[in-house]
């Protein structure tokens, strides 16, 4: 219950959204007394403390919807530098200076428009591979890669989630590299409009 929750406020599609399932989850909490505890830190840490960039409506279209788009930059010191370690303030200045010019010198591009990653990309072929991805019925994709329309409707589908022994852990039916998790996969679908998902073939 409460990782289906924190994923809803999560991908609240508003600060309005936010608030009003916010005060509705923060009841059903308190309704549990061995939920107490956790409902106190998450009202005095998250829910009504002014830092809210942790949602996902906070960050503009087309960019990481990620809790801190910086956490994947910072992935990567962890790991070639500091090596996870808690360093005190000397060392860390040296291992960030040294991380300069190899950043610096980095090859890979910097892209100015939004690329999906390469999980999303295998997912998005894997359901289409299992019929879980299909156009809207009554649309010609010829006639739309002709020109017009600029905008298709695309219909998704809940892949089958399997139980897998022995810890009764359910996992979804495709392939590994294009699972996700439950709650995640759950957005897949959920709010979808009568015909599917508008989809602009031209600006993706």
Sequence with gaps: ??????????????????????????????????????????????????????????????????????????????????????????????????????????PKTFMTTPVPASTLTRRAQDMKCASLLSMSEGQDLGFTCAGAPQVIRVLSMCPLHITVAPNKRTEEGIAVSAQMGSSYARKEVEGQPWGGWPVDVQQQ
């Design 1 to 106: 219950m409460i990782v289906r929750d924190l994923y809803d406020l999560h991908f609240a599609r508003s600060w309005e959204a936010f608030v009003q399932l916010r005060d509705a989850i923060v009841r059903r909490w308190f309704t549990d007394s061995a939920l107490v505890g956790f409902t106190k830190y998450m009202c005095g840490q998250w829910l009504y403390w002014r830092f809210s960039c942790w949602l996902a409506f906070a960050t503009p279209c087309g960019y990481a919807t990620t809790n801190n788009p910086a956490e994947t930059f910072n992935a990567s010191l962890k790991r070639d530098y500091t090596l996870r370690r808690r360093l005190k303030m000397g060392a860390l200045l040296r291992e960030l200076s040294s991380s300069c010019p190899s950043t610096s010198e980095s």
